[in-house]
DNA sequence: GAAGTCTGATTGTCCGGACAAACTAAGGGC
DNA sequence: GCCCTTAGTTTGTCCGGACAATCAGACTTC
Protein backbone atom coordinates (compact mmCIF):
# COMPACT_ATOMS: atom_id res chain seq x y z
CA UNK A 1 0.00 0.00 0.00
CA UNK A 2 1.48 3.12 -1.34
CA UNK A 3 1.93 6.06 1.97
CA UNK A 4 -0.70 8.46 1.73
CA UNK A 5 0.44 11.36 -0.57
CA UNK A 6 -0.15 14.20 1.85
CA UNK A 7 2.83 16.39 3.53
CA UNK A 8 2.31 16.05 6.89
CA UNK A 9 4.29 19.53 7.05
CA UNK A 10 1.87 21.10 4.98
CA UNK A 11 0.14 23.87 6.92
CA UNK A 12 -3.64 22.10 6.39
CA UNK A 13 -5.88 24.74 3.92
CA UNK A 14 -8.43 26.29 6.77
CA UNK A 15 -10.44 29.28 6.20
CA UNK A 16 -14.01 30.93 7.65
CA UNK A 17 -16.44 33.11 6.02
CA UNK A 18 -17.21 35.67 8.68
CA UNK A 19 -20.45 36.79 6.12
CA UNK A 20 -21.83 33.03 6.33
CA UNK A 21 -24.90 32.80 8.90
CA UNK A 22 -23.10 29.30 9.86
CA UNK A 23 -21.23 29.81 12.95
CA UNK A 24 -17.27 30.10 13.01
CA UNK A 25 -16.78 27.30 15.27
CA UNK A 26 -18.72 24.85 13.31
CA UNK A 27 -17.43 25.76 9.90
CA UNK A 28 -14.21 25.21 11.74
CA UNK A 29 -15.45 21.77 12.83
CA UNK A 30 -16.53 20.57 9.59
CA UNK A 31 -13.15 21.59 7.75
CA UNK A 32 -11.43 20.06 10.20
CA UNK A 33 -13.73 16.75 9.90
CA UNK A 34 -13.67 16.63 6.38
CA UNK A 35 -9.70 16.30 6.74
CA UNK A 36 -9.75 13.50 8.90
CA UNK A 37 -12.08 11.85 6.71
CA UNK A 38 -10.27 12.93 3.41
CA UNK A 39 -6.77 11.70 5.30
CA UNK A 40 -5.25 15.15 5.02
CA UNK A 41 -4.93 14.74 8.69
CA UNK A 42 -3.52 11.17 9.42
CA UNK A 43 -4.36 9.54 12.10
CA UNK A 44 -2.00 9.98 15.21
CA UNK A 45 -0.56 13.76 13.91
CA UNK A 46 -0.73 16.99 16.29
CA UNK A 47 -3.14 19.36 15.31
CA UNK A 48 -1.23 21.95 15.75
CA UNK A 49 -1.60 24.25 19.26
CA UNK A 50 -5.03 26.30 19.66
CA UNK A 51 -3.54 29.64 19.78
CA UNK A 52 -1.15 29.11 17.13
CA UNK A 53 -4.14 27.88 15.22
CA UNK A 54 -6.66 30.77 16.29
CA UNK A 55 -4.28 32.96 15.24
CA UNK A 56 -3.40 31.77 11.89
CA UNK A 57 -7.20 31.89 11.29
CA UNK A 58 -8.21 35.00 13.10
CA UNK A 59 -10.07 33.63 15.80
CA UNK A 60 -9.93 33.51 19.09
CA UNK A 61 -8.93 30.74 21.25
CA UNK A 62 -12.61 29.87 22.48
CA UNK A 63 -13.91 29.20 19.39
CA UNK A 64 -11.36 27.40 18.46
CA UNK A 65 -11.53 25.31 21.40
CA UNK A 66 -15.17 25.02 20.81
CA UNK A 67 -14.65 23.55 17.39
CA UNK A 68 -12.12 21.21 18.59
CA UNK A 69 -14.14 20.16 21.55
CA UNK A 70 -17.40 18.88 19.53
CA UNK A 71 -14.83 16.51 17.18
CA UNK A 72 -13.69 15.46 20.70
CA UNK A 73 -17.06 14.54 21.73
CA UNK A 74 -17.72 12.87 18.55
CA UNK A 75 -14.14 11.20 19.52
CA UNK A 76 -12.37 11.73 16.26
CA UNK A 77 -9.84 13.78 18.07
CA UNK A 78 -8.12 13.28 21.99
CA UNK A 79 -6.62 15.83 23.51
CA UNK A 80 -3.72 15.68 26.05
CA UNK A 81 -2.67 18.47 28.40
CA UNK A 82 0.75 19.30 27.48
CA UNK A 83 1.32 17.26 24.36
CA UNK A 84 -1.22 18.97 21.79
CA UNK A 85 -4.76 17.38 20.36
CA UNK A 86 -4.33 14.19 18.36
CA UNK A 87 -6.26 13.22 15.72
CA UNK A 88 -7.91 9.50 17.05
CA UNK A 89 -6.24 6.16 15.19
CA UNK A 90 -9.75 5.24 13.64
CA UNK A 91 -11.72 2.69 12.54
CA UNK A 92 -13.79 4.76 14.33
CA UNK A 93 -16.69 5.70 12.26
CA UNK A 94 -19.62 7.29 14.29
CA UNK A 95 -21.31 6.49 17.65
CA UNK A 96 -24.77 4.75 17.96
CA UNK A 97 -27.40 6.98 16.83
CA UNK A 98 -31.58 6.42 17.21
CA UNK A 99 -31.65 5.10 13.57
CA UNK A 100 -34.66 2.98 12.85
CA UNK A 101 -34.61 0.37 10.59
CA UNK A 102 -35.45 2.07 7.42
CA UNK A 103 -32.44 4.47 7.82
CA UNK A 104 -30.44 1.33 8.52
CA UNK A 105 -31.75 -0.58 5.60
CA UNK A 106 -31.53 2.45 2.99
CA UNK A 107 -27.91 3.21 4.24
CA UNK A 108 -27.11 -0.32 3.56
CA UNK A 109 -28.54 0.15 0.03
CA UNK A 110 -31.31 -2.40 0.26
CA UNK A 111 -33.65 -0.45 -1.05
CA UNK A 112 -36.44 -1.13 2.09
CA UNK A 113 -40.19 -1.80 1.62
CA UNK A 114 -42.56 -1.74 4.15
CA UNK A 115 -45.94 -2.99 4.46
CA UNK A 116 -48.63 -2.42 6.69
CA UNK A 117 -50.22 -5.13 8.36
CA UNK A 118 -52.81 -3.17 10.69
CA UNK A 119 -53.04 0.91 11.46
CA UNK A 120 -55.70 1.02 13.96
CA UNK A 121 -57.07 2.47 17.40
CA UNK A 122 -57.35 0.15 20.50
CA UNK A 123 -57.38 0.40 24.02
CA UNK A 124 -53.74 0.61 25.56
CA UNK A 125 -52.53 -2.74 27.54
CA UNK A 126 -51.12 -2.66 30.64
CA UNK A 127 -47.40 -3.21 28.97
CA UNK A 128 -47.93 -0.51 26.62
CA UNK A 129 -49.98 2.09 29.03
CA UNK A 130 -46.75 1.45 31.08
CA UNK A 131 -44.37 2.17 28.73
CA UNK A 132 -46.13 5.39 27.19
CA UNK A 133 -46.89 6.86 30.61
CA UNK A 134 -51.32 6.63 30.03
CA UNK A 135 -53.65 5.14 31.49
CA UNK A 136 -54.56 1.76 30.93
CA UNK A 137 -57.34 1.42 28.82
CA UNK A 138 -56.41 4.64 26.87
CA UNK A 139 -56.81 4.49 23.15
CA UNK A 140 -54.24 4.45 21.93
CA UNK A 141 -52.62 3.77 18.20
CA UNK A 142 -51.48 -0.03 16.96
CA UNK A 143 -49.24 -0.10 13.82
CA UNK A 144 -48.13 -3.57 12.78
CA UNK A 145 -45.54 -3.43 9.83
CA UNK A 146 -43.49 -5.75 8.08
CA UNK A 147 -40.15 -4.55 6.90
CA UNK A 148 -39.00 -6.29 3.96
CA UNK A 149 -35.28 -6.15 1.71
CA UNK A 150 -35.11 -7.93 -1.71
CA UNK A 151 -38.69 -8.91 -1.11
CA UNK A 152 -37.77 -11.08 1.71
CA UNK A 153 -38.99 -10.20 5.12
CA UNK A 154 -36.51 -9.53 7.45
CA UNK A 155 -38.69 -7.87 10.80
CA UNK A 156 -41.84 -7.64 11.93
CA UNK A 157 -42.76 -4.26 13.30
CA UNK A 158 -45.37 -3.51 16.03
CA UNK A 159 -45.89 -0.24 17.37
CA UNK A 160 -47.71 1.64 19.91
CA UNK A 161 -48.28 5.52 20.04
CA UNK A 162 -50.28 7.67 21.64
CA UNK A 163 -52.72 9.45 20.13
CA UNK A 164 -53.28 13.02 18.71
CA UNK A 165 -49.38 13.68 17.85
CA UNK A 166 -49.61 13.73 14.41
CA UNK A 167 -51.29 11.75 11.57
CA UNK A 168 -50.81 7.82 10.78
CA UNK A 169 -51.03 7.56 7.08
CA UNK A 170 -50.81 4.06 6.04
CA UNK A 171 -49.23 5.11 2.63
CA UNK A 172 -46.71 7.67 4.01
CA UNK A 173 -46.00 4.70 6.44
CA UNK A 174 -44.62 2.16 3.78
CA UNK A 175 -43.01 5.33 1.97
CA UNK A 176 -41.08 6.40 4.80
CA UNK A 177 -39.88 5.47 8.25
CA UNK A 178 -41.73 6.13 11.57
CA UNK A 179 -39.08 8.25 12.63
CA UNK A 180 -38.77 10.62 9.94
CA UNK A 181 -43.15 11.20 9.88
CA UNK A 182 -42.45 12.22 13.37
CA UNK A 183 -39.70 14.79 12.54
CA UNK A 184 -41.88 15.90 9.65
CA UNK A 185 -44.39 16.69 12.42
CA UNK A 186 -42.46 19.05 14.43
CA UNK A 187 -41.71 16.11 16.77
CA UNK A 188 -37.86 16.50 17.99
CA UNK A 189 -36.81 13.09 19.41
CA UNK A 190 -34.67 13.15 22.68
CA UNK A 191 -33.58 9.64 23.49
CA UNK A 192 -34.75 6.38 24.02
CA UNK A 193 -34.87 3.00 25.90
CA UNK A 194 -33.92 -0.22 24.21
CA UNK A 195 -33.77 -3.66 24.84
CA UNK A 196 -32.23 -6.42 22.96
CA UNK A 197 -33.02 -10.21 23.50
CA UNK A 198 -33.78 -13.20 21.58
CA UNK A 199 -36.00 -15.77 21.86
CA UNK A 200 -37.72 -18.62 19.94
CA UNK A 201 -40.06 -17.89 17.04
CA UNK A 202 -43.43 -19.39 17.85
CA UNK A 203 -45.38 -20.74 14.75
CA UNK A 204 -47.38 -17.29 14.23
CA UNK A 205 -43.92 -15.76 13.90
CA UNK A 206 -42.10 -18.01 11.99
CA UNK A 207 -45.05 -17.87 9.64
CA UNK A 208 -44.64 -13.93 8.72
CA UNK A 209 -41.28 -13.85 8.81
CA UNK A 210 -40.52 -17.23 6.63
CA UNK A 211 -38.51 -18.90 9.14
CA UNK A 212 -39.40 -22.51 11.07
CA UNK A 213 -41.18 -22.36 14.45
CA UNK A 214 -37.96 -22.35 16.97
CA UNK A 215 -35.70 -20.52 15.20
CA UNK A 216 -34.06 -17.69 16.71
CA UNK A 217 -35.71 -14.52 16.67
CA UNK A 218 -33.72 -10.98 17.48
CA UNK A 219 -35.85 -8.87 19.72
CA UNK A 220 -35.98 -5.14 20.28
CA UNK A 221 -38.58 -3.30 22.76
CA UNK A 222 -37.79 0.53 22.47
CA UNK A 223 -39.23 3.18 24.03
CA UNK A 224 -38.87 6.89 22.26
CA UNK A 225 -38.99 10.02 24.22
CA UNK A 226 -39.17 13.53 23.00
CA UNK A 227 -37.52 16.89 24.12
CA UNK A 228 -40.28 17.36 26.46
CA UNK A 229 -40.08 14.01 28.05
CA UNK A 230 -42.99 12.75 26.85
CA UNK A 231 -43.02 9.28 25.46
CA UNK A 232 -44.03 9.34 21.79
CA UNK A 233 -43.63 5.27 20.68
CA UNK A 234 -43.28 2.38 22.03
CA UNK A 235 -42.14 -0.82 20.02
CA UNK A 236 -41.73 -4.32 19.76
CA UNK A 237 -39.67 -5.96 16.80
CA UNK A 238 -38.87 -8.88 16.06
CA UNK A 239 -35.93 -9.58 13.08
CA UNK A 240 -34.89 -12.73 11.50
CA UNK A 241 -31.66 -13.48 13.37
CA UNK A 242 -30.19 -15.27 10.36
CA UNK A 243 -30.59 -11.97 8.17
CA UNK A 244 -29.62 -8.70 10.63
CA UNK A 245 -28.00 -7.60 14.04
CA UNK A 246 -27.44 -4.84 15.03
CA UNK A 247 -24.21 -3.03 14.66
CA UNK A 248 -23.34 0.28 16.63
CA UNK A 249 -20.36 2.26 18.02
CA UNK A 250 -19.75 3.63 21.64
CA UNK A 251 -17.73 6.05 22.90
CA UNK A 252 -16.40 5.94 26.30
CA UNK A 253 -17.59 9.17 28.50
CA UNK A 254 -14.48 10.57 30.36
CA UNK B 1 -49.32 10.13 45.65
CA UNK B 2 -48.47 13.42 48.26
CA UNK B 3 -47.05 15.99 46.29
CA UNK B 4 -43.21 16.66 46.37
CA UNK B 5 -42.38 18.81 49.24
CA UNK B 6 -40.50 21.02 47.80
CA UNK B 7 -40.94 24.70 47.01
CA UNK B 8 -40.21 25.73 43.35
CA UNK B 9 -40.33 29.04 44.21
CA UNK B 10 -37.54 28.59 46.90
CA UNK B 11 -33.78 29.26 45.06
CA UNK B 12 -31.65 26.38 44.36
CA UNK B 13 -28.95 25.98 47.38
CA UNK B 14 -25.91 26.47 45.56
CA UNK B 15 -22.59 27.41 46.32
CA UNK B 16 -19.31 26.53 45.12
CA UNK B 17 -15.86 26.17 46.87
CA UNK B 18 -13.14 28.37 45.16
CA UNK B 19 -10.27 26.79 47.32
CA UNK B 20 -10.90 23.12 46.18
CA UNK B 21 -8.85 21.89 43.32
CA UNK B 22 -12.35 20.30 41.85
CA UNK B 23 -13.19 22.88 38.75
CA UNK B 24 -16.18 25.32 39.44
CA UNK B 25 -18.08 24.55 36.27
CA UNK B 26 -17.39 20.60 37.28
CA UNK B 27 -18.90 21.33 41.26
CA UNK B 28 -21.96 23.10 39.86
CA UNK B 29 -23.24 20.51 37.62
CA UNK B 30 -22.63 18.12 39.91
CA UNK B 31 -24.80 20.30 42.32
CA UNK B 32 -27.38 20.70 39.65
CA UNK B 33 -27.54 16.75 38.69
CA UNK B 34 -28.18 15.79 42.42
CA UNK B 35 -30.84 17.96 42.42
CA UNK B 36 -32.57 17.06 39.77
CA UNK B 37 -31.68 13.16 40.76
CA UNK B 38 -33.03 14.34 44.14
CA UNK B 39 -36.50 15.99 42.30
CA UNK B 40 -35.60 19.38 44.25
CA UNK B 41 -35.09 20.64 40.32
CA UNK B 42 -38.77 19.12 38.75
CA UNK B 43 -38.62 17.90 35.56
CA UNK B 44 -40.19 20.33 33.28
CA UNK B 45 -39.11 23.69 35.98
CA UNK B 46 -37.00 26.50 34.62
CA UNK B 47 -33.72 26.56 35.40
CA UNK B 48 -33.17 30.83 35.71
CA UNK B 49 -31.17 32.44 33.32
CA UNK B 50 -27.60 32.02 33.28
CA UNK B 51 -26.72 36.11 34.05
CA UNK B 52 -28.48 35.48 37.00
CA UNK B 53 -27.12 32.33 38.30
CA UNK B 54 -23.81 33.40 37.38
CA UNK B 55 -24.18 36.79 39.82
CA UNK B 56 -25.76 34.29 42.51
CA UNK B 57 -22.78 32.23 42.49
CA UNK B 58 -20.30 35.02 42.24
CA UNK B 59 -19.12 33.02 38.61
CA UNK B 60 -18.87 33.79 35.31
CA UNK B 61 -21.38 33.20 32.49
CA UNK B 62 -19.09 30.43 30.37
CA UNK B 63 -18.45 28.87 33.97
CA UNK B 64 -22.02 28.77 34.46
CA UNK B 65 -22.25 27.66 30.44
CA UNK B 66 -20.30 25.41 30.82
CA UNK B 67 -21.45 23.19 34.02
CA UNK B 68 -25.14 23.90 32.27
CA UNK B 69 -23.88 22.38 29.02
CA UNK B 70 -22.54 19.34 30.58
CA UNK B 71 -25.49 17.99 31.96
CA UNK B 72 -27.01 19.18 28.27
CA UNK B 73 -24.48 16.91 27.04
CA UNK B 74 -26.49 13.83 29.32
CA UNK B 75 -29.22 14.74 28.52
CA UNK B 76 -30.81 16.05 31.70
CA UNK B 77 -31.36 19.67 30.45
CA UNK B 78 -32.85 21.18 27.57
CA UNK B 79 -31.41 24.56 26.49
CA UNK B 80 -34.67 26.98 24.56
CA UNK B 81 -33.46 30.20 23.28
CA UNK B 82 -35.57 32.50 23.95
CA UNK B 83 -37.22 30.47 27.09
CA UNK B 84 -34.51 29.36 29.15
CA UNK B 85 -33.05 26.19 30.22
CA UNK B 86 -34.96 22.89 31.46
CA UNK B 87 -35.17 19.92 33.95
CA UNK B 88 -35.70 16.91 30.88
CA UNK B 89 -38.64 15.21 32.22
CA UNK B 90 -36.81 12.10 32.49
CA UNK B 91 -37.84 8.34 32.79
CA UNK B 92 -34.17 8.67 31.20
CA UNK B 93 -31.10 7.70 33.48
CA UNK B 94 -27.64 7.06 31.66
CA UNK B 95 -26.98 6.97 28.70
CA UNK B 96 -25.42 3.70 27.09
CA UNK B 97 -21.45 3.45 28.21
CA UNK B 98 -18.85 0.98 27.46
CA UNK B 99 -19.70 -1.83 30.53
CA UNK B 100 -18.82 -4.82 31.19
CA UNK B 101 -21.15 -7.94 31.87
CA UNK B 102 -19.74 -7.92 35.33
CA UNK B 103 -20.76 -4.42 36.22
CA UNK B 104 -23.88 -5.21 34.52
CA UNK B 105 -24.34 -8.25 36.91
CA UNK B 106 -22.96 -6.18 39.98
CA UNK B 107 -25.29 -3.30 39.28
CA UNK B 108 -28.40 -5.79 39.49
CA UNK B 109 -27.38 -7.26 42.71
CA UNK B 110 -26.65 -10.66 41.17
CA UNK B 111 -23.63 -10.85 42.77
CA UNK B 112 -21.32 -11.77 39.85
CA UNK B 113 -19.19 -14.80 39.63
CA UNK B 114 -16.39 -15.87 37.04
CA UNK B 115 -14.84 -19.50 36.08
CA UNK B 116 -11.38 -19.04 34.07
CA UNK B 117 -12.21 -21.98 31.63
CA UNK B 118 -9.04 -21.29 29.08
CA UNK B 119 -6.19 -18.57 29.55
CA UNK B 120 -3.53 -18.88 27.20
CA UNK B 121 -1.17 -17.99 23.85
CA UNK B 122 -2.30 -19.00 20.23
CA UNK B 123 -1.76 -17.89 16.98
CA UNK B 124 -4.16 -15.06 15.94
CA UNK B 125 -6.59 -16.25 13.23
CA UNK B 126 -7.47 -14.52 10.27
CA UNK B 127 -10.74 -13.32 12.18
CA UNK B 128 -8.76 -12.08 15.38
CA UNK B 129 -6.21 -10.82 13.61
CA UNK B 130 -8.50 -8.42 11.80
CA UNK B 131 -10.05 -7.67 14.26
CA UNK B 132 -6.92 -6.79 16.07
CA UNK B 133 -5.20 -5.62 13.90
CA UNK B 134 -2.18 -7.41 13.82
CA UNK B 135 -0.76 -10.02 11.54
CA UNK B 136 -2.31 -13.28 10.64
CA UNK B 137 0.00 -15.83 12.78
CA UNK B 138 0.67 -13.27 15.16
CA UNK B 139 0.57 -14.43 19.34
CA UNK B 140 -2.35 -13.50 21.48
CA UNK B 141 -3.94 -14.05 24.49
CA UNK B 142 -7.05 -16.47 24.12
CA UNK B 143 -9.24 -16.57 27.62
CA UNK B 144 -12.23 -18.29 27.79
CA UNK B 145 -14.90 -17.83 30.61
CA UNK B 146 -18.09 -19.06 32.11
CA UNK B 147 -20.26 -15.88 33.34
CA UNK B 148 -21.97 -17.43 36.65
CA UNK B 149 -24.87 -15.46 38.66
CA UNK B 150 -26.76 -17.29 41.38
CA UNK B 151 -24.61 -20.19 40.50
CA UNK B 152 -26.18 -20.58 36.89
CA UNK B 153 -24.58 -19.99 33.92
CA UNK B 154 -25.86 -16.77 32.22
CA UNK B 155 -23.02 -15.93 29.48
CA UNK B 156 -20.01 -17.90 27.57
CA UNK B 157 -17.06 -14.89 26.74
CA UNK B 158 -14.36 -15.56 24.84
CA UNK B 159 -12.17 -12.49 24.67
CA UNK B 160 -8.60 -12.26 22.18
CA UNK B 161 -5.93 -9.62 23.48
CA UNK B 162 -2.24 -8.37 21.73
CA UNK B 163 0.49 -9.29 23.84
CA UNK B 164 2.42 -7.28 25.86
CA UNK B 165 -0.36 -5.14 27.32
CA UNK B 166 -0.79 -6.04 30.43
CA UNK B 167 -0.61 -9.03 32.92
CA UNK B 168 -3.59 -11.27 32.26
CA UNK B 169 -3.95 -13.69 35.77
CA UNK B 170 -6.53 -15.72 36.02
CA UNK B 171 -7.22 -15.67 39.55
CA UNK B 172 -7.85 -11.82 38.79
CA UNK B 173 -10.05 -12.17 36.07
CA UNK B 174 -12.26 -14.51 38.09
CA UNK B 175 -12.00 -11.75 41.09
CA UNK B 176 -13.56 -9.06 38.44
CA UNK B 177 -14.20 -8.02 34.88
CA UNK B 178 -11.89 -7.25 32.24
CA UNK B 179 -12.39 -3.61 31.78
CA UNK B 180 -11.25 -2.84 35.41
CA UNK B 181 -8.08 -4.79 34.77
CA UNK B 182 -7.58 -2.90 31.63
CA UNK B 183 -8.30 0.43 33.04
CA UNK B 184 -6.28 -0.77 36.56
CA UNK B 185 -2.99 -1.19 33.92
CA UNK B 186 -3.32 2.62 32.49
CA UNK B 187 -5.44 1.59 29.45
CA UNK B 188 -8.06 4.59 28.69
CA UNK B 189 -10.76 3.13 26.92
CA UNK B 190 -11.96 5.16 24.04
CA UNK B 191 -14.61 3.37 21.93
CA UNK B 192 -15.76 -0.05 20.94
CA UNK B 193 -17.79 -1.75 17.83
CA UNK B 194 -20.12 -3.85 18.47
CA UNK B 195 -22.23 -6.37 16.79
CA UNK B 196 -25.19 -8.02 18.36
CA UNK B 197 -27.30 -10.85 17.18
CA UNK B 198 -29.33 -13.96 17.82
CA UNK B 199 -28.63 -17.89 16.48
CA UNK B 200 -29.52 -21.12 17.57
CA UNK B 201 -27.10 -23.01 20.53
CA UNK B 202 -24.98 -25.69 19.02
CA UNK B 203 -24.77 -28.94 21.11
CA UNK B 204 -21.46 -28.02 22.80
CA UNK B 205 -22.26 -24.12 23.47
CA UNK B 206 -25.74 -25.85 25.06
CA UNK B 207 -24.24 -28.37 27.05
CA UNK B 208 -21.78 -24.98 28.28
CA UNK B 209 -24.89 -23.12 29.21
CA UNK B 210 -27.23 -25.51 30.52
CA UNK B 211 -29.02 -24.63 27.45
CA UNK B 212 -31.13 -27.55 24.84
CA UNK B 213 -29.88 -27.72 21.60
CA UNK B 214 -31.08 -25.09 19.44
CA UNK B 215 -32.11 -22.85 21.77
CA UNK B 216 -32.18 -19.42 20.97
CA UNK B 217 -28.54 -17.83 22.36
CA UNK B 218 -27.13 -13.76 22.12
CA UNK B 219 -24.44 -12.74 20.90
CA UNK B 220 -22.28 -10.39 21.10
CA UNK B 221 -18.77 -9.31 19.34
CA UNK B 222 -16.59 -6.28 20.18
CA UNK B 223 -13.58 -4.52 19.40
CA UNK B 224 -12.62 -2.12 21.99
CA UNK B 225 -9.94 0.36 21.40
CA UNK B 226 -8.06 2.40 23.83
CA UNK B 227 -7.56 6.79 23.50
CA UNK B 228 -4.35 5.64 20.85
CA UNK B 229 -6.91 3.62 18.47
CA UNK B 230 -5.11 0.96 19.24
CA UNK B 231 -7.61 -2.32 19.69
CA UNK B 232 -7.23 -3.82 22.96
CA UNK B 233 -9.44 -7.01 22.74
CA UNK B 234 -11.81 -8.37 21.13
CA UNK B 235 -14.61 -10.39 22.17
CA UNK B 236 -17.19 -13.07 21.06
CA UNK B 237 -19.27 -13.78 23.64
CA UNK B 238 -22.75 -15.93 24.04
CA UNK B 239 -25.37 -15.00 26.19
CA UNK B 240 -28.85 -17.27 27.35
CA UNK B 241 -31.17 -15.45 25.81
CA UNK B 242 -33.93 -16.98 28.31
CA UNK B 243 -31.73 -15.20 31.31
CA UNK B 244 -29.98 -11.85 29.68
CA UNK B 245 -31.04 -9.05 27.25
CA UNK B 246 -29.27 -6.11 26.75
CA UNK B 247 -30.63 -2.57 27.93
CA UNK B 248 -29.63 0.85 27.30
CA UNK B 249 -30.11 3.96 26.62
CA UNK B 250 -29.90 6.25 23.71
CA UNK B 251 -29.35 9.74 23.28
CA UNK B 252 -30.13 11.66 19.82
CA UNK B 253 -27.23 13.94 18.85
CA UNK B 254 -28.68 17.32 17.95
C1' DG C 1 24.39 4.92 33.51
C1' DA C 2 20.31 5.90 36.24
C1' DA C 3 17.74 8.79 38.83
C1' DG C 4 15.77 13.06 39.89
C1' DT C 5 15.07 18.12 38.37
C1' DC C 6 14.18 21.92 35.69
C1' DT C 7 12.12 24.19 31.62
C1' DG C 8 9.20 25.00 27.75
C1' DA C 9 5.04 23.77 25.45
C1' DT C 10 0.18 22.93 25.47
C1' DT C 11 -4.27 22.30 27.15
C1' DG C 12 -7.56 23.33 31.25
C1' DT C 13 -10.04 26.67 33.74
C1' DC C 14 -11.95 31.16 34.44
C1' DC C 15 -13.10 35.98 33.78
C1' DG C 16 -15.84 40.12 31.83
C1' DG C 17 -17.94 41.91 28.13
C1' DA C 18 -20.44 42.49 23.53
C1' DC C 19 -23.79 41.69 19.98
C1' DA C 20 -26.95 38.42 17.39
C1' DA C 21 -30.79 35.21 17.05
C1' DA C 22 -34.90 33.14 18.67
C1' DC C 23 -38.76 32.88 21.42
C1' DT C 24 -42.79 34.88 24.36
C1' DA C 25 -46.12 37.95 25.30
C1' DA C 26 -48.19 42.32 25.21
C1' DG C 27 -49.88 45.96 22.43
C1' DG C 28 -51.92 48.02 18.26
C1' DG C 29 -54.43 47.82 13.80
C1' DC C 30 -58.11 45.78 11.05
C1' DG D 1 -62.33 38.92 17.74
C1' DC D 2 -58.18 38.05 15.04
C1' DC D 3 -53.76 39.01 13.04
C1' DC D 4 -49.57 41.57 12.81
C1' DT D 5 -46.04 44.26 14.94
C1' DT D 6 -43.10 45.37 18.68
C1' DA D 7 -40.53 45.01 22.88
C1' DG D 8 -38.32 42.26 26.31
C1' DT D 9 -36.11 38.06 27.79
C1' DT D 10 -32.95 34.38 27.24
C1' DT D 11 -29.70 31.61 25.04
C1' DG D 12 -26.05 31.44 21.11
C1' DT D 13 -21.81 33.07 19.43
C1' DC D 14 -17.50 35.44 19.82
C1' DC D 15 -13.71 38.12 21.67
C1' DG D 16 -9.22 38.92 24.42
C1' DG D 17 -6.84 37.94 28.22
C1' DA D 18 -4.92 35.58 32.54
C1' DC D 19 -3.13 31.94 35.32
C1' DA D 20 -2.85 26.90 36.64
C1' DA D 21 -2.04 21.99 35.70
C1' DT D 22 0.18 18.62 33.12
C1' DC D 23 3.31 16.48 29.97
C1' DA D 24 7.76 15.57 27.30
C1' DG D 25 12.37 16.16 26.89
C1' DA D 26 16.73 18.04 28.09
C1' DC D 27 19.66 18.77 31.81
C1' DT D 28 21.94 17.91 36.08
C1' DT D 29 23.45 15.12 39.70
C1' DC D 30 24.90 11.02 42.02
Known amino acids: MPKPEVDPTAPLRLSVDRSSPV ?4 QLAQQLEAAIEHGTLTPGSLL ?30 VRRRGVGTQVVHSQVKRPLELSSLYDDLEAAGQRPASQVLVNTLEPASAEVAAALGVAEGTE ?38 LYRLMRAAGITLHSARQSVGAR ?44 YSFEFQLLVRP
Not at 154 to 167: E, I, K, Q, R, S
Not at 225 to 234: H, I, K, L, P, Y
Open 23 to 26: PLYF
Open 48 to 77: GNEIELAGRLGLSRPTVRQAIQSLVDKGLL
Open 140 to 177: VHRVERLRLAHGEPMAYLCNHLPTGLFDLDSAQLEATG
Open 200 to 243: AATADEGERLGEPEGAPLLTMQRTTFDDTGRAVEFGSHTYRASR
